[in-house]
């Protein structure tokens, strides 16, 4: 049988987490958890790497801008040093017609030069491109001072005596030149003159912007102009602002702009390159490049976003395929349970799912399936069991019933004849005085005894052996239950004496008719290989003074007794007194 505690679920199963749930989370969450790491790796990794690379175009940049701007530089007063030492200029009139078609001709190979001429020693312009400031002085100029001892690079400055001559910039700023000039000397070294060109400043400012310009305009990278004392000298709305504020484009502590440095608040990838031309064309100038950090990094952000989205598709594709797995996986177990409880309510064997997807989960249903017959097996060998063990106990119950009343038969009956035996007669007669004496006087009803005993019966016995006795008392009980009522107690009171009680009598005359009956039906009836028999009667009734059942015995004996002495086969009535 069940054990109800066996039913009774011992945890709150409903409360728990489903194993569907809890692998999902898990690997959905391992899966997201892998991924991020992944991306930021991955993110960090890049994010790396672009800002060494930006920061290694930020430095070849401004490299390569310092060096072409040197280069050109050098250039340019070699040419002028060049044109110094022509024959035409060392031993030619300087004011010659032919000198000023040099000067257009070279004006012509040199888009950056906005003007070329040739001064006396005392600064007097005798030829120039475009006839421009011929016959003027540049006595005051530097570039005169300067280029009557030795080649000259003068820094940029904003036009002078020319400024009303070139036409004025697009754009408005002012026009700047650079000079190059060299002393014209004759074959004994004395100064004849000086050969100067001002170059354009938007040449130089050209080439620094084709260096620049070969990165996409989405990059955000500048290049700017410093002069030997730090100030801007490109761009020019930077020029102009730093000659507002001073604090405009600030040095960084190392003294050099390299690497990450915050301008203004925004941070910025820059390198400083120092253009040096390494001779007089060494202005101290220094090419600063710099690019905004967040441009810079642009492509690493989007890189950013694209793997976060990526890491999201990915991370949902996981969980869903984490989710399918889980429900393979656990559907096999939800399987195996539901048929669990079912083997619990329906106690017989269900038909076990064969789905399982791995071996394990397989073997799992195998031993629970083997588990589960081998427990039904053993409830219906206990169940058969319990039967029999209930028909055994039913069966043993039964016969010890049989044997108690066959025993309580024993016990109240003769073994001779079947009829009461003398216990059972004192014990009824016991009853029958305590009733009269509780009922007797109002129901004016109460018991007799008769004595019956059989006459002459050693003769018997002796004539005809001891078993022919045996059948004569045995008929003779047979007799005496066929002449009274079946609520009378017949017994063998002992030997060939036999006892009967007679309930609920109104008056002697009763119980003298019953004893009667028996005298008269035993003198009557033949009793086969003995012949006649005949038997006396002592007759009496229950009396209120009897103090127990012996009194009424001894009376009916004393009756009896009488009937022997008066002559036998008779019935005497013995009354209280
Ligand atoms: N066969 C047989 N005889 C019994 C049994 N019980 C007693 N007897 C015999 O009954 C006889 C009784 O003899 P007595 O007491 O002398 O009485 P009686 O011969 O009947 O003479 P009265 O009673 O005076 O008529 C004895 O011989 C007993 O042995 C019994 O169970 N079977």
Same mark, same amino acid.
Request: with cysteine; charged share 25%; proline share 5%.
């Given at each position: 049988?069940?054990?109800?505690?066996?039913?009774?679920?011992?945890?709150?199963?409903?409360?728990?987490?489903s194993?569907?749930?809890?692998?999902?989370?898990?690997?959905?969450?391992?899966?997201?958890?892998?991924?991020?790491?992944?991306?930021?790796?991955?993110?960090?990794?890049a994010?790396?790497?672009?800002?060494?690379?930006?920061?290694?175009?930020?430095?070849?940049?401004?490299?390569?801008?310092?060096?072409?701007?040197?280069?050109?530089?050098?250039?340019?007063?070699?040419?002028?040093?060049?044109?110094?030492?022509a024959?035409?200029?060392?031993?030619?009139?300087?004011?010659?017609?032919?000198?000023?078609?040099?000067?257009?001709?070279?004006?012509?190979?040199?888009?950056?030069?906005?003007?070329?001429?040739?001064?006396?020693?005392?600064?007097?312009?005798?030829?120039?491109?475009?006839?421009?400031?011929? &016959?003027?002085?540049?006595?005051?100029?530097?570039?005169?001072?300067?280029?009557?001892?030795?080649?000259?690079?003068?820094?940029?400055?904003?036009?002078?005596?020319?400024a009303?001559?070139?036409?004025?910039?697009p754009?408005?700023?002012?026009?700047?030149?650079?000079?190059?000039a060299?002393?014209?000397?004759?074959?004994?070294?004395?100064?004849? &003159?000086v050969?100067?060109?001002?170059?354009?400043?938007?040449?130089?400012?050209?080439?620094?912007?084709?260096?620049?310009?070969?990165?996409?305009?989405?990059?955000?990278?500048?290049?700017?102009?410093?002069d030997?004392?730090?100030?801007?000298?490109?761009?020019?709305?930077?020029?102009?602002?730093?000659? #507002?504020?001073a604090?405009?484009?600030?040095?960084?502590?190392?003294?050099?702009?390299?690497?990450?440095?915050?301008?203004?608040?925004? $941070?910025?990838?820059?390198?400083?390159? $120092?253009?040096?031309?390494?001779?007089?064309?060494?202005?101290?100038?220094?090419?600063?490049?710099r690019?905004?950090?967040?441009?810079?990094?642009?492509?690493?952000?989007?890189?950013?976003?694209?793997?976060?989205?990526?890491?999201?598709?990915?991370?949902?594709?996981?969980?869903?395929?984490?989710?399918?797995?889980?429900?393979?996986?656990?559907?096999?177990?939800?399987?195996?349970? @539901?048929?669990?409880?079912?083997?619990?309510?329906?106690?017989?064997?269900?038909?076990f799912?064969?789905?399982?997807?791995?071996?394990?989960?397989?073997r799992?249903?195998?031993?629970?399936?083997?588990?589960? @017959?081998?427990?039904?097996?053993?409830?219906?060998?206990?169940?058969?069991?319990?039967?029999?063990?209930?028909?055994?106990?039913?069966?043993?119950?039964?016969?010890?019933?049989?044997?108690?009343a066959?025993?309580?038969?024993?016990?109240?009956?003769?073994?001779?004849?079947?009829?009461?035996?003398?216990?059972?007669?004192?014990?009824?007669?016991?009853e029958?005085?305590?009733?009269?004496r509780?009922?007797?006087?109002?129901?004016?009803?109460?018991?007799?005894?008769?004595?019956?005993?059989?006459?002459?019966f050693?003769?018997?016995?002796?004539?005809?052996?001891? #078993?022919?006795?045996?059948?004569?008392?045995?008929?003779?009980?047979?007799?005496?239950?066929?002449?009274?009522?079946?609520?009378?107690?017949?017994?063998?009171? &002992?030997?060939?004496?036999?006892?009967?009680?007679?309930?609920?009598?109104?008056?002697?005359?009763?119980?003298?008719?019953?004893?009667?009956?028996?005298?008269?039906?035993?003198?009557?009836?033949?009793?086969?290989?003995?012949?006649?028999?005949?038997?006396?009667?002592?007759?009496?009734?229950?009396?209120?003074?009897?103090?127990?059942?012996? #009194?009424?015995?001894?009376?009916?004996d004393?009756?009896?007794?009488?009937?022997?002495?008066?002559?036998?086969?008779?019935?005497?009535?013995?009354?209280?007194?």
């Open positions: 049988m069940p054990d109800s505690h066996d039913d009774a679920p011992s945890r709150p199963v409903r409360r728990l987490p194993l569907r749930r809890k692998l999902s989370l898990v690997l959905g969450g391992l899966a997201l958890l892998i991924l991020t790491l992944v991306g930021g790796y991955l993110g960090w990794m994010t790396r790497g672009l800002h060494e690379a930006q920061q290694t175009a930020v430095r070849t940049t401004a490299q390569f801008a310092a060096e072409l701007l040197a280069s050109e530089l050098r250039d340019r007063e070699r040419e002028i040093e060049l044109l110094s030492a024959p035409h200029l060392v031993e030619g009139a300087l004011d010659a017609p032919g000198v000023r078609g040099s000067l257009e001709r070279r004006m012509a190979q040199h888009d950056e030069f906005a003007w070329m001429g040739v001064a006396s020693a005392d600064g007097t312009v005798l030829q120039a491109s475009g006839g421009q400031l011929v &016959g003027r002085s540049v006595a005051d100029r530097p570039w005169f001072i300067e280029g009557r001892e030795h080649t000259h690079v003068g820094d940029v400055h904003e036009a002078k005596l020319l009303s001559l070139v036409p004025a910039r754009d408005g700023e002012p026009t700047r030149f650079i000079d190059f060299a002393p014209i000397r004759d074959r004994t070294g004395r100064l004849r &003159g050969v100067a060109a001002h170059a354009q400043w938007h040449w130089v400012v050209g080439m620094v912007e084709s260096v620049t310009r070969r990165h996409s305009p989405d990059s955000g990278m500048e290049a700017l102009i410093l030997r004392q730090g100030r801007v000298l490109y761009p020019q709305a930077l020029k102009v602002a730093q000659a #507002a504020d604090r405009v484009l600030p040095r960084p502590a190392s003294g050099r702009f390299e690497g990450r440095h915050d301008i203004d608040g925004q $941070p910025y990838l820059t390198w400083e390159e $120092p253009v040096q031309a390494r001779t007089r064309a060494d202005l101290g100038w220094r090419i600063v490049v690019q905004p950090l967040a441009l810079a990094l642009r492509p690493v952000r989007e890189l950013q976003r694209e793997l976060v989205l990526l890491g999201l598709l990915a991370a949902a594709a996981l969980t869903l395929a984490a989710l399918l797995l889980a429900r393979r996986i656990s559907r096999p177990v939800e399987q195996l349970a @539901r048929m669990a409880e079912r083997v619990q309510a329906e106690r017989r064997m269900p038909e799912p064969d789905q399982a997807a791995v071996r394990e989960l397989a799992l249903g195998d031993a629970m399936g083997g588990m589960a @017959r081998a427990l039904l097996a053993t409830e219906r060998e206990l169940r058969e069991a319990n039967q029999t063990l209930d028909a055994q106990v039913a069966q043993r119950t039964a016969e010890l019933q049989a044997a108690n066959a025993l309580a038969h024993l016990a109240t009956r003769d073994p001779l004849t079947g009829l009461h035996n003398r216990r059972s007669l004192d014990a009824r007669l016991a029958a005085l305590a009733l009269d509780r009922y007797g006087p109002q129901s004016g009803r109460v018991h007799g005894l008769l004595l019956v005993d059989a006459d002459h050693k003769r018997i016995n002796d004539e005809f052996g001891h #078993a022919a006795g045996d059948a004569v008392l045995r008929q003779l009980a047979t007799v005496l239950q066929s002449c009274v009522r079946t609520t009378d107690v017949v017994a063998r009171f &002992g030997g060939e004496e036999f006892a009967v009680l007679l309930p609920e009598l109104a008056d002697a005359r009763e119980a003298m008719r019953a004893a009667e009956k028996i005298r008269s039906t035993v003198a009557a009836a033949t009793f086969p290989g003995v012949g006649p028999v005949t038997v006396s009667c002592g007759v009496t009734l229950a009396w209120p003074g009897d103090v127990d059942a012996q #009194a009424l015995v001894e009376r009916a004393v009756a009896l007794y009488e009937a022997k002495r008066g002559g036998r086969n008779m019935v005497v009535l013995k009354a209280a007194s």
